[in-house]
């Protein structure tokens, strides 16, 4: 698999529920041994998105390849897709071990036993537990060790960190960079939490209203994030006169009563600071902002948050 074949490809992809439209044209893609993180706001078109990958969800327009095949075919990649929902489907009256050897038969390629997943997830200790004495996160943990018994090239993660307390969070976010080194398996994960999305993720994709608001490498789309400012100033508004027009930077939004927030183009921050100053406009402060995926994805959907 190359960048020429990519494990996933999403082309205009259009999905209505009746005369509701969800997704306005869907533009998706991931290379063999990326991991991309789709992330949207609640009701963004995430979930539904995945299920159209999946073929669960019929879809208006659009194609959709997984590994070079249609939705309708992926019963024929038995073992090299693997799809983990937000709510975990395993059977409440077995116990862990039992779901395993279960998933274990039904795998056609396995590559490692149950105790070895176990001990993957850190469930080693709950082997003989049901699977309805585990909390939430627990049951998550078994749902993705089911899925690591096997070797697939494509893992469709749906809010892998529901439920995961911050030790979980950490042995997920390891076991997914882990696997992705190792083995080049590409990774879908849709989340929400972007503060662990941006610690292993290669590729995002912003879904906002159902239509995709950027896209590309992380490392590049948070290039440009780190040429942000904030600028308080006792006399915003005459501040906010003097750049509004000026093509040097681009004004994002009114932070507060005495902020500004700023993205710097053609200007360095002290050749801000001396025009302000140039003009008599008092600068009491003028901070960086950190490039942050958060940042990126705030800007991104602000119009529908405020």
């Known amino acids: 698999m190359n960048e020429a074949n990519p494990a996933l490809r999403v082309r205009g992809l259009r999905k209505r529920y009746g005369d509701v439209p969800v997704l306005h044209g869907v533009d998706l893609e991931l290379s063999a041994a990326a991991v991309l993180g789709l992330v949207g706001l609640n009701g963004s078109g ?3 998105t995945i299920e159209c990958i999946l073929g669960l969800q019929r879809f208006q327009e659009g194609e959709v390849s997984v590994l070079g095949r249609g939705p309708a075919d992926l019963f024929r990649l038995q073992g090299d897709v693997v799809a983990i929902f937000d709510s975990p489907s395993v059977p ?3 116990t862990v071990r039992q779901c395993l050897e279960h998933a274990r038969r039904l795998c056609p390629r396995p590559v ?12 080693e200790s709950y082997t003989r537990y049901r699977i309805r004495q585990l909390s939430l996160g627990n049951r998550r943990r078994v749902s993705i060790a089911q899925a690591l018994l096997g070797e697939p090239r494509l893992i469709l993660l749906d809010e892998p960190f529901n439920g995961l307390d911050a030790s979980g969070v950490d042995r997920v976010l390891e076991l997914i960079a882990d696997l992705n080194r190792e083995t080049g398996a590409g990774f879908l994960l849709s989340s929400h939490q972007l503060p662990y999305l941006e610690r292993v993720c290669s590729h995002v994709a912003i879904l906002h209203g159902g239509r995709i608001a950027a896209a590309g490498k992380l490392h590049d789309l948070l290039a440009d994030v780190g040429s ?8 915003p508004d005459l501040a906010l006169k003097l750049l509004e027009n000026d093509a040097r930077v681009m004004v994002l939004e009114n932070h507060s009563a005495t902020h500004l927030m700023l993205r710097l183009r053609d200007w360095r921050s002290d050749e801000l600071v001396a025009h302000l100053v140039q003009h008599e406009i008092p600068v009491c402060e003028l901070v960086q902002q950190r490039a942050s995926l958060d940042n990126l994805f705030r800007e991104l959907t602000a119009g529908e948050r405020k």
């Not at 942000?228 to 006399?235: A, D, K, M, P, Q």
Request: with cysteine; proline share 4%.
């Open 46 to 48: 995430k979930t539904t």
């Open 92 to 94: 409440p009256h077995l």
């Open 112 to 123: 490692r036993d149950c105790a070895e997943v176990e001990r993957m997830l850190g469930i």
């Open 228 to 235: 942000r400012v904030i600028l308080h100033s006792t006399e």
